[in-house]
C-alpha cells in the first residue's frame, strides 16, 4: 500500500528523491516577468500544436489525439483477474461502502477522478461556444479538448479493467463550486482556483500512477493504465505552467495560501485517497516540492533554476 511515510517513485515526494531522479521541478508561484511570459506562451502553443495538430473545435477534434483513442479503441485489451465489481460499483455510484481492497479502492479513484474532468470540461465547452471560439485564446481552446480526452481516457482505462458502461455523475458540492469559480469568475480571480486545481490535480493523477501495481497477471493492461495516466500527466503539468503565465505575485500568493483549502475539497471527494494511505499533509508535502518539467519541454527549463 502507499503511504505519505514511503513516497513512491515520483517526483514531487521530497527535492532530494527528484534530483536522484534527474527530473527538473519548477515553482509554480514563482512569478514570472512579462518577456519571459510571452517567450513560455509563444513555446507552448508551439508545443501544442506539433503535440496535438491543428484544432477542430466544432467536432470537438485534436486529430494526433483522435489517432490515439482510434489505435486504443481498436486494440482493446481486459483484465481478467479477481475484483469484487458489485463493490466498485456501489463505491462509484456512491450507494454503499462495503469493505474493498487497496485495488478496488484505487479503481473508483481513477474513475471518479473522471467526474471532476468531464463536469469541468462541459462547463468550459459551452462557455466558449457562447464566446465563439474565434474569441478564444487557442490555447484554452486546446487546454478545453485535452480535457474532454482525458474523459475519454478515463473511460478507456475502466475498460480495459473490466468496468464498462459506467455512467459519470456530477463531483460534489464544493467540488462543483470550486468549478464553476473556475469557468465564471473574471481571469484575474479565476485562475487563481484554476492553477490550485491544475496543481492539486497533477499531484493526484501522479500519486495514481505510482501506485498502479495491483495487476500484475496481465502486464500489458498495467503498461496501458500507466500510459493513460502519463499522458493526462503530461497535460495537467503543462496547464499549471500556462495557469502561472496569467497571474502576478499578489494571485501566486493568493493560490499558495489556497493550496490546503483546495486539497480538503478534493481529499473529501476521494477519500480512496485517505485509504490507500494518503493524507491531507502527506499531499501538500509533495504538493510542496515543485512540479514536474515534462521531458522534453525545455522551453520550461529556465524557471527551474529562477
Not at 513555446?43 to 486504443?72: K, N, S, T, V, W
Not at 499522458?231 to 490546503?260: N, Q, T
Request: charged letters at 30%.
Amino acid at each position: 500500500m502507499l503511504t505519505s511515510a514511503t513516497p513512491s517513485k515520483g517526483f514531487l515526494t521530497a527535492a532530494g528523491h527528484g534530483a536522484d531522479q534527474g527530473l527538473r521541478t519548477f515553482d509554480p508561484f514563482q512569478p514570472l516577468a512579462d518577456a519571459e511570459r510571452q517567450r513560455q506562451r509563444a513555446a507552448y502553443l508551439a508545443h501544442l500544436r506539433q503535440r496535438d495538430g491543428e484544432i477542430d473545435f466544432p467536432r470537438r477534434r485534436l486529430p494526433r489525439r483522435e489517432e490515439r483513442m482510434r489505435e486504443l479503441e481498436a486494440n482493446p485489451l481486459e483484465w481478467r483477474g479477481e475484483m469484487d465489481r458489485d463493490a466498485f460499483y456501489q463505491y462509484f455510484h456512491r450507494v454503499g461502502k462495503p469493505e474493498v481492497d487497496a485495488k478496488t479502492l484505487w479503481l473508483v479513484a481513477i474513475a471518479a477522478a473522471n467526474e471532476g474532468e468531464r463536469f469541468g470540461a462541459d462547463g468550459e465547452t459551452r462557455r466558449f461556444d457562447r464566446l465563439g471560439p474565434e474569441n478564444v485564446d487557442p490555447i484554452k481552446l486546446y487546454h478545453v479538448l485535452q480535457e474532454e480526452y482525458h474523459t475519454r481516457l478515463l473511460l478507456e482505462a475502466c475498460r480495459s479493467l473490466g468496468l464498462g458502461g459506467l455512467t459519470l455523475k456530477e463531483p460534489k458540492f464544493l467540488h462543483r463550486l470550486i468549478i464553476h469559480a473556475m469557468t465564471y469568475l473574471p481571469d484575474r480571480l479565476r485562475y487563481v482556483f484554476i492553477l490550485c486545481g491544475e496543481i492539486v490535480g497533477a499531484v493526484v493523477f501522479q500519486i495514481l500512477r505510482d501506485s498502479c501495481r495491483y495487476f500484475p497477471e496481465s502486464p500489458e493492461v498495467e503498461e496501458r493504465l500507466r500510459s493513460i495516466l502519463d499522458e493526462i500527466i503530461h497535460d495537467e503539468l503543462l496547464h499549471v505552467a500556462y495557469c502561472r503565465m496569467h497571474l502576478g505575485p499578489i494571485g501566486l500568493r493568493v493560490a499558495k495560501a489556497m493550496i490546503p483549502l483546495v486539497t480538503e475539497v478534493l481529499m473529501r471527494d476521494l477519500p480512496q485517497l485517505r485509504a490507500l494511505g494518503w493524507d491531507r499533509a502527506g499531499l501538500i508535502a509533495r504538493l510542496r516540492a515543485g512540479i514536474e518539467i515534462p521531458a522534453g519541454v525545455d522551453w520550461l527549463a529556465p524557471a527551474a533554476s529562477g
